[in-house]
């Protein structure tokens, strides 16, 4: 049986962006997969606009949280798949096959972990595709992007994101994830097309990289 997909979008404010993320997933051509919006009490339309595709959410909250990784959080607290991938608002699906291609690769090898791919950063000046770095590299920072990933659902459980870091709880969470040996696996395909100009880490770099040296200063 292929394994249920948790497909979870964070948004807050995103009237802008928030149509085309929902699109690239209801759109997807595989079955097996809920769809889970955590919003963070949005003030312009963004609400208007999931209403349009409600029969097509399995759940949406909308109310304040503690920022972003709060967010995702609650996000996987309400989530029933085997897997979670997140697509947050701005952010793609690379095609309509994404989903049933990644799944195939998850069925085939059960004990997978982590599945991450490539990624295609979208700039106001054109795109590019990206692959991740060697995985050696988690022991300095991120090396691939967090929206090209999947997750056993039982990780994000068991080790939900250390809400005190605003930027980088994703390589806090990958890395302890890597340090307890659990298995991530490459599949050469690009899975999510990142807003990489608007995105989080993009704006805020420097805090990125101080949030990088406190991580790697702890014992996972």
Do not use: W
Request: hydrophobic share 35%.
């Amino acid at each position: 049986m292929e394994p249920l997909i948790s497909v979870i979008t964070v948004s807050y404010n995103a009237s802008q962006c928030i149509e085309d993320t929902i699109l690239s997933i209801i759109e997807q051509r595989y079955d097996n997969f809920e769809y889970i919006i955590i919003d963070g009490g949005s003030s312009d339309t963004t609400l208007n606009i999931i209403r349009k595709y409600q029969s097509k959410i399995t759940h949406c909250i909308s109310e304040p949280d503690a920022g972003i990784y709060d967010a995702m959080n609650k996000g996987v607290h309400k989530s029933k798949g085997k897997y979670i991938i997140f697509i947050n608002a701005g952010d793609t699906l690379c095609n309509n096959e994404t989903l049933k291609n990644c799944a195939s690769g998850l069925k085939a090898d059960p004990t997978i972990d982590v599945l991450y791919g490539n990624t295609i950063l979208k700039y106001s000046f054109g795109s590019y595709i990206t692959k991740p770095a060697a995985i050696q590299e988690i022991s300095k920072h991120m090396f691939f992007c967090h929206q090209s990933s999947f997750c056993k659902r039982e990780l994000l459980e068991k080790y939900p994101f250390d809400t005190k870091f605003k930027i980088a709880a994703d390589y806090n969470l990958f890395k302890s994830l890597y340090v307890k040996h659990s298995k991530f696996k490459y599949y050469d395909m690009c899975i999510a097309i990142y807003e990489a100009e608007d995105g989080l880490s993009s704006k805020s770099h420097h805090k990125l990289l101080k949030e990088y040296s406190i991580i790697n200063q702890i014992k996972h």
